[in-house]
């Protein structure tokens, strides 16, 4: 992963992949001061770009510093990074941090903020599962109160859990898990939002304390248009037994259906497929 040949976008230059390092006494290392986005190329352009760079920005606010690069700037890093790579389709990964200083406790407004973006090749997230449905944990941890952490930064703190309950999806033969909130309510997967189907309905979580993602916008855009009913509500997890369908979206994820959640299952229907190939046809348009 590290030695390896292509160029990383550090703090305004293109440094060799090999020597894009940071210090052990980095703050975000310590106490992650790191936010990040997650972006797809298609066909050499990102879907959303100017989206995701504002949430980095936005993202960065809310866990209380300050990108040095406007918009505009981010998109111009991405572009540099995303030409030198070759890659036509790529996964092009941006992140800001804290960086070492003379703050090496929790307090860090002497250090410096710093940023980087690299791009790989990173085919389906949830590998064949986007043909057959993807099989899911139900994930021990919850997502907190947003009382408790900025539920809508896309932020490296908040993902601990996430990786927790993936690793036990995991263990388990599972590709993700179905985490629940602070409430009991259901709430998302790891790194992607969660669609459910009954009778011709659609039915989503309301994202009241977890990221609202770029995706999960996208697709209810096309529900939007095609007329069919979205219920963005609380769901119990007993009403998981009611669902005929459901699928995740995410930049990653892209939207993948979901065959198996713990003991309920849910059909690859028709729905399903069609969003989903919708979605790919609009990523390339
Ligand atoms: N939830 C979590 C926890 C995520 O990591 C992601 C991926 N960024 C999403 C939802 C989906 O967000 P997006 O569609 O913006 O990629």
Redo the contacts with the bound molecule.
């Keep these: 992963y590290d030695d390896r040949d292509g160029m990383i976008w550090l703090d305004g230059d293109l440094v060799p992949w090999r020597d894009a390092n940071v210090h052990i006494l980095t703050h975000a290392l310590h106490y992650a001061s790191s936010v990040f986005?997650?972006?797809r190329a298609y066909n050499g352009r990102i879907f959303?770009s100017r989206?995701?760079s504002k949430?980095l920005r936005t993202s960065a606010q809310m866990i209380d510093f300050e990108i040095p690069w406007t918009v505009d700037e981010i998109e111009a890093a991405k572009a540099q990074v995303l030409a030198s790579s070759g890659l036509r389709d790529a996964y092009v990964r941006a992140v800001a941090w804290r960086g070492a200083g003379p703050d090496m406790g929790v307090a860090s407004a002497r250090n410096p903020v710093r940023m980087a973006v690299a791009a790989w090749e990173w085919g389906a997230y949830y590998g064949d599962a986007k043909m057959r449905g993807a099989k899911l944990d139900l994930a021990k941890w919850r997502r907190p109160d947003p009382a408790t952490a900025p539920s809508q930064a896309?932020a490296a703190g908040?993902?601990m859990i996430?990786t927790m309950s993936k690793h036990a999806a995991e263990a388990k033969g599972c590709s993700d898990a179905m985490m629940l909130d602070y409430r009991g309510y259901v709430a998302?997967?790891?790194?992607?939002?969660i669609f459910f189907v009954k009778d011709g309905e659609v039915h989503t979580p309301k994202p009241d304390c977890?990221?609202?993602?770029?995706?999960?916008?996208?697709v209810l855009g096309l529900l939007e248009a095609r007329g069919i009913k979205v219920h963005e509500r609380h769901i119990e997890p007993s009403e998981l037994e009611d669902f005929q369908q459901c699928w995740l979206?995410?930049?990653?994820?892209e939207v993948t259906p979901v065959g198996q959640i713990g003991d309920y299952t849910f059909e690859v229907g028709e729905l399903t497929r069609s969003i989903s190939e919708e979605y790919e046809q609009l990523v390339r348009a």
């Design positions: 986005e997650g972006e959303k989206e995701h949430r896309k908040l993902y996430c998302e997967a790891t790194g992607a939002n977890f990221l609202n993602g770029i995706t999960r916008q996208t979206t995410g930049t990653a994820a």
